[in-house]
């Protein structure tokens, strides 16, 4: 069982990047699937989720700029990053859990992150 992101980078400030969350060893068709992040010297917040169903949902600090959509035939949760800003930076993880939500408690599998770097 893994998941493993991809897409981070370097951007300037307004400027888009689009993670993938990849995963192998289970389907992700009947998980729901989280994307965090954690910036230097900061606890680790939930970002956006989406449930099995297509449910979605955003933290506040995100709402209007990230998408998170999935596409359960190339088994692959994206996140949609626009107008990035400087303190969007962070590494940014992906869970799947059987639950859905913003907590890290409700998630089960994570992947090892992909850093996102806005700058000014």
């Known amino acids: 069982v893994q998941l493993v992101e991809s897409g981070g980078g370097l951007v300037q400030a307004g400027g888009s990047l689009r993670l993938s969350c990849a995963a192998s060893?289970?389907?992700?068709?009947?998980?729901?699937i989280g994307w965090f992040r954690q910036a230097p010297g900061k606890e680790r917040e939930g970002v956006s989720c989406?449930?099995?169903?297509?449910?979605?949902y955003y933290a506040d600090s995100v709402k209007g700029r990230f998408t998170i959509s999935r596409d359960n035939a190339k088994n692959t949760v994206y996140l949609q990053m626009n107008s990035l800003k400087p303190e969007d930076t962070a590494v940014y993880y992906c869970?799947?859990?059987?639950?859905?939500?913003?907590?890290?408690?409700?998630?089960?599998?994570w992947g090892q992150g992909t850093q996102v770097t806005v700058s000014s």
């Open positions: 989406i449930s099995s169903d297509g449910y979605t």
């Open positions: 869970a799947a859990g059987s639950r859905v939500g913003l907590r890290r408690s409700e998630y089960d599998y």
């Open positions: 060893g289970f389907t992700l068709d009947y998980y729901g």
